[in-house]
């Protein structure tokens, strides 16, 4: 653990929080219906993700072991507030398309989850890292599930504003309902974790 | 009257807290595996749903806004469901211990399932009121407790099904659980 590589490595790919340790999955799959609000929350999550897990390394010696839970939370919940702010009053549309996802990211089990099993037990540097791979392994795996997400259901991608890609041909009906709803989240996020499973079989990482 | 029928069964089958509004996913994955389990946490899920709501409601509607402290709402949220689950914990303990040895082991894991801080921040809004709060409360949590039952007797026949070996587990669960939400989702097509 101590190589500084393997620790922000960790968190993209060998323990993913979403497709590996199947944390934080509530708000993969309500904010992947676009890629903008993707990005948006990704954002969101690692700015609490990252900060929560320098403060948490910080405190670690102070904080005794009997409350140490309820500060977390408290740190978190903290961070929480503060993005909540930042949104509203920087990108106000956004804000309301993410809605109670981002007071939701309090509770999301990946950031108490590396505050418990990480960031009190490593350095600020570590877990500096460790945040780092956290929230880009969270951010790809949602941003992947709403390019398909929206691709199928609009038939174009926008990025930002005037940044679109589009095929030229409006998907049918079926599709924008199906890709825009519940079922496909679910759906998509089943195959995909599955297919991180085929990877890591083949690579032998992970047992069966 | 007729209001509040339609509010309740809008929550808990057109609008499901699971299969609609995706909150309290990880318990609905982590514990729908044996019946008398999801049975044990949806119950558990009721008593805290409606409990913390009405408290989050209460201090949203007379604290927090003449104050005008609505931005710390999910602070004292957290922090009020967090010692909430606790008493809640104790009192079960002490007035019924039969109660407390089937839904203990399933209370301390509800304060980081997000249906619970979800319905509380979605019922701390100037259009609900009391009565209104509490029966969207009520019917959220009958709703995830209606789910999660009918998943896990899908989820016990699946475990001894021939899934493909990658998709073992929770892949198939929640490829499972789309399916269900597209049958959930033409509720929505009734004319209520």
Redesign the interface.
């Known amino acids: 653990m101590n190589n500084k590589k393997d620790v922000f490595l960790n968190g993209v790919w060998k323990e993913n929080p979403v497709l590996v340790s199947l944390l934080g999955l509530c708000s993969v799959l309500a904010i992947s219906t676009t890629i903008e609000n993707a990005l948006g929350m990704g954002i969101a999550f690692s700015f609490v993700m990252i900060l929560s897990n320098v403060i948490i390394s910080l405190i670690r010696k102070i904080v005794p072991n009997e409350i140490r839970i309820p500060v977390y939370i408290v740190v978190v919940a903290s961070l929480v507030v503060i993005v909540e702010m930042l949104m509203a009053a920087f990108l106000p549309a956004l804000h309301k398309s993410l809605g109670i996802f981002i007071p939701l990211i309090v509770v999301n089990c990946i950031i108490l989850g590396r505050a418990e099993a990480f960031a009190s037990k490593n350095g600020v540097l570590d877990s500096l890292l460790d945040g780092l791979g956290m929230s880009i392994g969270y951010t790809a795996v949602l941003v992947v599930l709403s390019l398909v997400r929206e691709f199928f259901a609009s038939g174009s991608i926008t990025v930002w504003k005037d940044l679109r890609l589009s095929l030229g041909d409006e998907p049918g009906a079926f599709f924008t309902t199906f890709f825009n709803t519940a079922p496909s989240a679910f759906i998509l996020l089943g195959v995909l974790i599955g297919i991180a499973n085929i990877i890591n079989f083949r690579k032998g990482t992970k047992k069966e | 009257m007729r209001d509040l029928i339609t509010l309740a069964f809008t929550a808990i089958v057109i609008e499901n807290v699971l ?8 318990p609905f ?1 982590g514990v729908s595996r044996k019946r008398s389990s999801a049975l044990g946490m949806g119950l558990a899920v009721i008593f805290v749903i409606t409990i913390s709501s009405i408290v989050s409601w209460l201090l949203y509607t007379y604290i927090l806004v003449p104050f005008e402290m609505v ?5 004292i ?3 009020v469901i ?1 010692s909430l689950v606790q008493i809640i914990e104790m009192f079960i303990k002490k007035i019924s211990p039969s109660l407390y040895r089937a839904l203990g082991i399933y209370l301390p894991l509800i ?4 249906a ?3 319905v509380a ?2 019922v701390a809004d100037p259009s609900y009121t009391f009565l209104t709060a509490f029966v969207f409360a009520l019917a959220s949590s009958i709703g995830f407790l209606f789910v999660i039952y009918l998943f896990s007797t899908l989820r016990e026949k699946i475990e001894r099904a021939d899934v ?4 073992k587990g ?6 499972t ?3 269900m ?2 049958i959930f ?1 033409r509720f929505g097509a009734l004319n209520i």
Not at chain 2, 71 to 75: A, G, L, N, V
């Open positions: 299969l609609y509004r995706f909150l309290g996913v990880c994955l931005y710390m709402r999910t602070i949220f957290i922090l967090a304060t980081t399932n997000c619970v801080l979800g921040t979605l493909p070996k990658a998709f929770v892949p198939i669960a929640l490829i659980a789309g399916i939400a597209m989702s």
